[in-house]
C-alpha cells in the first residue's frame, strides 16, 4: 500500500514510517499540514495517517474537511494524543474513518492500518465467505465447515464474520470490541479472548487444523494456512 | 496591553475615586437629590415672588389703562384732577404718578421728572425712590404716551415686596445649603453601605487570590442582591474547589500509582542492560515485561483522565436515548462467558425495555466493571445476579455476587481512587474500578451504594446497587417507536 504518514513529532514519525515499511508498505512521510495537504490532494495514496495536531496551519481535521471538500474518499487514520471521547467524536466526523490514541502498540496500529487500506468493496457485497473449508453465509445465516452445519450464537456469527472479512489480517481486541460489540470501553480483563476462544472450540471440534490463530501481543488472525 | 495593566496597577488617588462605583452611585444620588431641591425651590419662587411681582404690575397697569381712558374721554384737565385725588388719597404713599402735557411740562403728579428714555425698551422702568423718613426704596413704574401727546406714568412702590423677596432667597439660600449638606451626606452614608456590603465578598475573593481556596463569602440574613451575589460566589467556588481536587487526584494517582510501575519498567530493563546477556530471549522477555509495564501505566493514566473527564462533567455531550435493558443484555453476553470460564453461572433479570437518557459507552463501563469486579470475587463455580427494575422515577440496577463482600468501613472508603480492601489486594486491579463507576452515576444523576449480598456469614457476598433517573413513561412509547422504526 501506498500510505501519507503526516506526524510532526520525529521520533513517532520515524518508528511508524519504519514499522510499515517493514510490513511492506511505500510510505511518504511530512510534518506539516500544508504539505500533508498539498500530498494528499495532487497524489495518489491508499491510507492517510494522520496527527490530530500539527503545525503549519492545518491539523489533521482541517486537512481531511479539506479532502472530503474536494471528493478525495481516500481512507483517513487519526493518530493522536487528545483521548476524550468528544475529540475522537470531532475526528470522525470530520470524515476520519478510525481513531487511534497515542501511546500505542505498533501491532494495534498495523492491524487498523492494513484493515483500513483493504476494506472490501462497498458496492460488492458478498453473500458468502470462505475460508478453507470453513463457509459462512451472509444470507441463511448458517456457519458450515468441511460441510458440516456448526450450531453458532448471533454474537458469534458476527465476530467470525469480522475475522473472516479481514481473512489473512491481523484483528486486535480492541478492534473487536469496537466493530462486533460497538462499544468504546475499557473491558478491564480479556473478555474478548474468552469469546475467541469458545468460538475456536466450536469451529475446531473434531478437526485437526486450526483457523483461527493468536498473534502474540498483537490479536487474531483467522488463515487456511497453519 | 501591558501598558493598561500598569496604569491599572499604580492608580491614582482621583482615578480611584473615580473608578469607584460606590462614588459614582453616590455623586448619582446627590445630583439627583439636589436637582429635585433645586426644582422644588424654582416653583416656590415662581408661586410667590414671581406672583407678587406680577400682582403689582397688573394693578399698574390696570390703573393706567383707567387713567388713560378718562384722559381721552374728558381731558387732560380732569386726568390731572384725578390723579391729584389718587395721589390725596394714597394714605401709605406708595403710589407715583405723573402727568406731562405734549410740551412736557408736569400737569400733576408726586414725581419730579420722567426717568430718561432708554431707546428699544420697553415702557416699564425701575426707579429708586428716596424717602424723608424710611430710606431708599425701589419702585416700578409705567409710562404711557397719551394719543394727544401728553405722558402719563403710573407707578407703585414696591420695596416692600422687595423685602419680602430678599427674605425669600435668603430662606431659600440656607435651604439649598443644607439640601447639599444632606444631598453629600447620604451620598456619603450611601457609599459606605455599599462598601460594607461588597467588604465581605471582596476580602473573601483576596483570601481565595492569596491561595486560601477554603475561604467563603459570609451570607447575612438580609438576602438581598449582596447576599444573592455571594451566594452565587460561594457556588462558583464549591465547584471550582471539586474541581481542584479532581486534579489534585490526578497528581495524587500520578505520584502513586504511576510511580511504581514505571520504576518496575526502568528497573527491568536497566537490568537487562546491566546483566549483558548473550541471551537473546532473556533480553526479549525482558523488554517484554518493561513494554506491558509500560502499557499499564498508560492504563491507569487512562482510566485517572477519564474519572477526572467524567467529574468534570464534560461528557454530557455523549449523552443520548437510550434502552438500559439491551446495554445490560450486551454486557451480560460480553461478561457472561467470562464467568462461564470460571465455572461461574450469571443470572439476569430485567424487563423488555428500560429507557434513559445517558453516555452508553459510559454506562458499559459501568455495569462491565461491575461484573468484571464480581467474576474476580465469586469462587469458582458461585452465582452472579444482574438485574435491574424499574422503580417509579428510577432504574434500579443490581450486580450481586457471592465474595468475600466488603466491611462496613470499607464500604465508605470505595469509590475512593486507588482504594482497595485488604481483602482484595491479591487480585489484580487499579483501584479506580469504583471510582469510574460512582463518577458516572454521579453524572447521570444517579446514586451508589452497597448491601450484603444475604450469603452465609463468613461469605456474605456484595451487591452493588445503582440507581439512574429514568425516561418519563410517555416517552416511553415515543423511544421504542424510534427504535423499532430505527431497525
Same mark, same amino acid.
Given at each position: 500500500?501506498?500510505?501519507?504518514?503526516?506526524?510532526?513529532?520525529?521520533?513517532?514519525?520515524?518508528?511508524?514510517?519504519?514499522?510499515?515499511?517493514?510490513?511492506?508498505? %511505500? *510510505?511518504?512521510? %511530512? %510534518?506539516?499540514?500544508?504539505?500533508?495537504?498539498?500530498?494528499?490532494?495532487?497524489?495518489?495514496?491508499?491510507?492517510? *495517517?494522520?496527527?490530530?495536531?500539527?503545525?503549519?496551519?492545518?491539523?489533521?481535521?482541517?486537512?481531511?474537511? %479539506?479532502?472530503?471538500?474536494?471528493?478525495?474518499?481516500?481512507?483517513?487514520?487519526?493518530?493522536?494524543?487528545?483521548?476524550?471521547?468528544?475529540?475522537?467524536?470531532?475526528?470522525?466526523?470530520?470524515?476520519?474513518?478510525?481513531?487511534? *490514541?497515542?501511546?500505542?502498540?505498533?501491532?494495534?496500529?498495523?492491524?487498523?492500518?492494513?484493515?483500513?487500506?483493504?476494506?472490501?468493496?462497498?458496492?460488492?457485497?458478498?453473500?458468502?465467505?470462505?475460508?478453507?473449508?470453513?463457509?459462512?453465509? =451472509?444470507?441463511?445465516?448458517?456457519?458450515?465447515?468441511?460441510?458440516?452445519?456448526?450450531?453458532?450464537?448471533?454474537?458469534?456469527?458476527?465476530?467470525?464474520?469480522?475475522?473472516?472479512?479481514?481473512?489473512?489480517?491481523?484483528?486486535?481486541?480492541?478492534?473487536?470490541?469496537?466493530?462486533?460489540?460497538?462499544?468504546?470501553?475499557?473491558?478491564?480483563?480479556?473478555?474478548?479472548?474468552?469469546? *475467541?476462544?469458545?468460538?475456536?472450540?466450536?469451529?475446531?471440534?473434531?478437526?485437526?487444523?486450526? =483457523?483461527?490463530?493468536?498473534?502474540?501481543?498483537?490479536?487474531?488472525?483467522?488463515?487456511?494456512?497453519? | 496591553?501591558?501598558?493598561?495593566?500598569?496604569?491599572?496597577?499604580?492608580? !491614582?488617588?482621583?482615578?480611584?475615586?473615580?473608578?469607584?462605583?460606590?462614588?459614582?452611585? +453616590?455623586?448619582?444620588?446627590?445630583?439627583?437629590?439636589?436637582?429635585?431641591?433645586?426644582?422644588?425651590?424654582?416653583?416656590?419662587?415662581?408661586?410667590?415672588?414671581?406672583?407678587?411681582?406680577?400682582?403689582?404690575?397688573?394693578?399698574? $397697569?390696570? &390703573?393706567?389703562?383707567?387713567?388713560?381712558?378718562?384722559?381721552?374721554?374728558?381731558?387732560?384737565?380732569?386726568?390731572?384732577?384725578?390723579?391729584?385725588?389718587?395721589?390725596?388719597?394714597?394714605?401709605?404713599?406708595?403710589?407715583?404718578?405723573?402727568?406731562?402735557?405734549?410740551?412736557?411740562?408736569?400737569?400733576?403728579?408726586?414725581?419730579?421728572?420722567?426717568?430718561?428714555?432708554?431707546?428699544?425698551?420697553?415702557?416699564?422702568?425701575?426707579?429708586?425712590?428716596?424717602?424723608? &423718613?424710611?430710606?431708599?426704596?425701589?419702585?416700578?413704574?409705567?409710562?404711557?404716551?397719551?394719543?394727544?401727546?401728553?405722558?402719563?406714568?403710573?407707578?407703585?412702590?414696591?420695596?416692600?415686596?422687595?423685602?419680602?423677596?430678599?427674605?425669600?432667597?435668603?430662606?431659600?439660600?440656607?435651604?439649598?445649603?443644607?439640601?447639599?449638606?444632606?444631598? #453629600? #451626606?447620604?451620598?456619603?452614608?450611601?457609599?459606605?453601605?455599599?462598601?460594607?456590603?461588597?467588604?465581605?465578598?471582596?476580602?473573601?475573593?483576596?483570601?481565595?487570590?492569596?491561595?486560601?481556596?477554603?475561604?467563603?463569602?459570609?451570607?447575612?440574613?438580609?438576602?438581598?442582591?449582596?447576599?444573592?451575589?455571594?451566594?452565587?460566589?460561594?457556588?462558583?467556588? &464549591? $465547584?471550582?474547589?471539586?474541581?481542584?481536587?479532581?486534579?489534585?487526584?490526578?497528581? &495524587?494517582?500520578? +505520584?502513586?500509582?504511576?510511580?511504581?510501575?514505571?520504576?518496575?519498567?526502568?528497573?527491568?530493563?536497566?537490568?537487562?542492560?546491566?546483566?549483558?546477556?548473550?541471551?537473546?530471549?532473556?533480553?526479549?522477555?525482558?523488554?517484554? $515485561?518493561?513494554? /506491558?509495564?509500560?502499557?499499564?501505566?498508560?492504563?491507569?493514566?487512562?482510566?485517572?483522565? $477519564?474519572?477526572?473527564?467524567?467529574?468534570?462533567?464534560?461528557?454530557?455531550?455523549?449523552?443520548?436515548?437510550?434502552?438500559?435493558?439491551?446495554?445490560?443484555?450486551? +454486557?451480560?453476553?460480553?461478561?457472561?462467558?467470562?464467568?462461564?470460564?470460571?465455572?461461574?453461572?450469571?443470572?439476569?433479570?430485567?424487563?423488555?425495555?428500560?429507557?434513559?437518557?445517558?453516555?452508553?459507552?459510559?454506562?458499559?463501563?459501568?455495569?462491565?466493571?461491575? #461484573?468484571?469486579?464480581?467474576?474476580?470475587?465469586?469462587?469458582?463455580?458461585?452465582?452472579?445476579?444482574?438485574?435491574?427494575?424499574?422503580?417509579?422515577?428510577?432504574?434500579?440496577?443490581?450486580?450481586?455476587?457471592? !465474595?468475600?463482600?466488603?466491611?462496613?468501613?470499607?464500604? !465508605?472508603?470505595?469509590?475512593?481512587?486507588?482504594?482497595?480492601?485488604? @481483602?482484595?489486594?491479591?487480585?489484580?486491579?487499579?483501584?479506580?474500578?469504583?471510582?469510574?463507576?460512582?463518577?458516572?452515576?454521579?453524572?447521570?444523576?444517579?446514586?451508589?451504594?452497597?448491601?450484603?449480598?444475604?450469603?452465609?456469614?463468613?461469605?456474605?457476598?456484595? /451487591?452493588?446497587?445503582?440507581?439512574?433517573?429514568?425516561?418519563?413513561? @410517555?416517552?416511553?412509547?415515543?423511544?421504542?417507536?424510534?427504535?423499532?422504526?430505527?431497525?
Amino acid at each position: 500500500m501506498r500510505i501519507l504518514l503526516v506526524e510532526d513529532d520525529a521520533e513517532v514519525g520515524r518508528f511508524v514510517r519504519k514499522g510499515l515499511q517493514e510490513a511492506g508498505h %511505500t *510510505v511518504e512521510h %511530512t %510534518t506539516n499540514g500544508r504539505d500533508g495537504l498539498f500530498m494528499a490532494a495532487g497524489e495518489s495514496f491508499d491510507l492517510l *495517517v494522520l496527527d490530530r495536531m500539527l503545525p503549519g496551519g492545518v491539523d489533521g481535521v482541517r486537512l481531511v474537511e %479539506t479532502l472530503r471538500g474536494q471528493g478525495n474518499h481516500t481512507p483517513v487514520l487519526f493518530l493522536s494524543a487528545m483521548s476524550g471521547v468528544d475529540e475522537r467524536v470531532k475526528g470522525l466526523k470530520a470524515g476520519g474513518d478510525d481513531y487511534l *490514541v497515542k501511546p500505542f502498540a505498533f501491532a494495534e496500529l498495523l492491524a487498523r492500518v492494513e484493515a483500513l487500506g483493504r476494506r472490501p468493496a462497498v458496492d460488492a457485497p458478498a453473500t458468502r465467505l470462505k475460508v478453507a473449508d470453513l463457509e459462512l453465509d =451472509l444470507l441463511s445465516r448458517t456457519v458450515t465447515r468441511a460441510g458440516k452445519k456448526i450450531d453458532i450464537q448471533p454474537r458469534e456469527f458476527r465476530l467470525l464474520e469480522h475475522l473472516m472479512r479481514h481473512a489473512g489480517q491481523v484483528v486486535t481486541r480492541t478492534m473487536l470490541l469496537e466493530k462486533v460489540w460497538d462499544y468504546h470501553f475499557d473491558p478491564q480483563t480479556n473478555v474478548i479472548d474468552v469469546h *475467541v476462544s469458545r468460538l475456536r472450540q466450536k469451529l475446531d471440534k473434531g478437526q485437526d487444523r486450526p =483457523l483461527i490463530h493468536t498473534v502474540r501481543n498483537a490479536g487474531y488472525m483467522i488463515r487456511a494456512e497453519p | 496591553m501591558p501598558h493598561t495593566r500598569r496604569r491599572q496597577q499604580h492608580p !491614582g488617588p482621583l482615578w480611584r475615586l473615580l473608578s469607584s462605583a460606590g462614588f459614582r452611585f +453616590a455623586l448619582l444620588f446627590a445630583v439627583v437629590f439636589l436637582a429635585a431641591g433645586l426644582a422644588f425651590a424654582g416653583v416656590l419662587w415662581w408661586g410667590t415672588a414671581g406672583t407678587l411681582e406680577r400682582q403689582t404690575d397688573s394693578a399698574i $397697569r390696570a &390703573d393706567a389703562m383707567a387713567l388713560a381712558e378718562r384722559g381721552r374721554d374728558s381731558g387732560l384737565a380732569v386726568l390731572a384732577e384725578a390723579v391729584e385725588e389718587r395721589l390725596a388719597l394714597d394714605a401709605e404713599g406708595l403710589s407715583i404718578y405723573l402727568l406731562l402735557d405734549p410740551a412736557g411740562r408736569r400737569l400733576a403728579g408726586n414725581l419730579a421728572a420722567l426717568p430718561p428714555p432708554r431707546p428699544g425698551e420697553s415702557s416699564w422702568y425701575r426707579l429708586s425712590v428716596d424717602h424723608d &423718613d424710611s430710606g431708599p426704596g425701589e419702585a416700578r413704574l409705567l409710562v404711557l404716551d397719551l394719543p394727544d401727546g401728553s405722558k402719563l406714568a403710573v407707578g407703585r412702590e414696591v420695596s416692600e415686596k422687595q423685602r419680602l423677596r430678599d427674605l425669600l432667597t435668603e430662606g431659600l439660600a440656607w435651604a439649598a445649603g443644607a439640601a447639599l449638606f444632606f444631598a #453629600l #451626606l447620604g451620598a456619603l452614608l450611601m457609599r459606605r453601605a455599599l462598601e460594607r456590603r461588597l467588604t465581605p465578598a471582596t476580602t473573601t475573593a483576596a483570601l481565595i487570590a492569596g491561595g486560601d481556596l477554603s475561604q467563603r463569602v459570609p451570607i447575612s440574613l438580609h438576602d438581598d442582591e449582596f447576599d444573592r451575589l455571594g451566594a452565587s460566589m460561594n457556588a462558583m467556588l &464549591d $465547584r471550582i474547589a471539586h474541581l481542584m481536587d479532581g486534579v489534585r487526584g490526578v497528581s &495524587d494517582a500520578i +505520584a502513586h500509582d504511576l510511580r511504581t510501575p514505571i520504576a518496575r519498567a526502568r528497573n527491568g530493563l536497566e537490568e537487562a542492560l546491566l546483566e549483558e546477556s548473550d541471551d537473546p530471549a532473556v533480553l526479549r522477555g525482558a523488554i517484554e $515485561r518493561g513494554i /506491558a509495564d509500560l502499557d499499564n501505566v498508560t492504563r491507569v493514566f487512562q482510566a485517572v483522565l $477519564r474519572i477526572a473527564e467524567v467529574e468534570a462533567g464534560a461528557r454530557r455531550a455523549a449523552f443520548a436515548p437510550l434502552d438500559l435493558s439491551l446495554l445490560l443484555a450486551d +454486557a451480560a453476553e460480553l461478561y457472561g462467558a467470562s464467568a462461564e470460564a470460571r465455572g461461574q453461572t450469571l443470572n439476569t433479570d430485567w424487563p423488555a425495555s428500560l429507557p434513559l437518557v445517558g453516555d452508553r459507552d459510559l454506562l458499559l463501563q459501568v455495569v462491565a466493571n461491575l #461484573l468484571d469486579n464480581a467474576v474476580k470475587f465469586t469462587v469458582p463455580g458461585g452465582n452472579i445476579t444482574l438485574s435491574a427494575q424499574r422503580e417509579s422515577e428510577w432504574v434500579l440496577v443490581r450486580v450481586a455476587d457471592e !465474595g468475600p463482600g466488603l466491611s462496613a468501613q470499607d464500604r !465508605g472508603r470505595v469509590g475512593e481512587r486507588f482504594f482497595r480492601a485488604d @481483602s482484595a489486594r491479591t487480585t489484580p486491579g487499579s483501584g479506580l474500578g469504583l471510582s469510574l463507576v460512582r463518577a458516572v452515576v454521579q453524572l447521570h444523576g444517579g446514586a451508589l451504594w452497597f448491601e450484603d449480598a444475604g450469603g452465609p456469614p463468613q461469605r456474605p457476598g456484595l /451487591a452493588v446497587l445503582f440507581q439512574l433517573p429514568a425516561s418519563p413513561l @410517555s416517552a416511553n412509547a415515543l423511544s421504542a417507536g424510534a427504535l423499532s422504526a430505527g431497525a
